[in-house]
């Protein structure tokens, strides 16, 4: 199968097909990244705040919020250009694992791999299942789970 890189711009439902790869480009955690994020959603909890805390923590420094990695991870999937434009809607998060934390300073990417496609005319277009592994800068896997995107079809 075929491996496209992040220059590629709108990929219509009819040319994604199981197996295909799709590899973002990179972004570093940042402590801006961790603060916003708390005052986005709240989640003020001291694995991600406060560093003395965390000193003392299994991780011995803050940690970044799984959430805003998994939204981050979204943002690298869409900044891929395969969705520019013919995306129709994000449709679930099919299943999704936090496998090792995410420190200030990590630069993660993500790696896309289309598991599924399935036609659904009445939308005009169909469901995509991609199956994502998020790395770090070390190509280890810090969360992963598939997603099913609604993809347009291709205007004749």
């Not at 277009?125 to 992963?144: A, Y």
Request: net charge negative; with cysteine.
């Amino acid at each position: 199968m075929s491996t496209i890189l992040a220059s590629k711009r709108g990929m219509y439902f009819e040319q994604f097909e199981p197996g295909q790869k799709i590899i973002s480009a990179g972004r570093t955690i940042t402590e801006s990244d961790i603060v916003a994020f708390a005052g986005l959603s709240g989640d003020y909890n001291q694995m991600h705040v406060d560093a003395e805390y965390c000193k003392e923590t299994p991780f011995g420094q803050r940690v970044a919020h799984g959430l805003l990695g998994l939204s981050i991870a979204s943002g690298l999937a869409v900044g891929t250009g395969v969705l520019e434009g013919t995306v129709i809607a994000f449709r679930e998060i099919n299943e999704w694992k936090f496998v090792k934390p995410v420190y200030i300073g990590d630069t993660i990417h993500v790696e896309m791999e289309v598991k599924e496609t399935k036609e659904i005319r009445r939308l005009g277009g169909g469901s995509v299942v991609i199956e994502l592994d998020v790395k770090n800068q070390r190509g280890d896997t810090v969360m992963k789970g598939t997603w099913t995107t609604l993809i347009s079809s291709k205007k004749e």
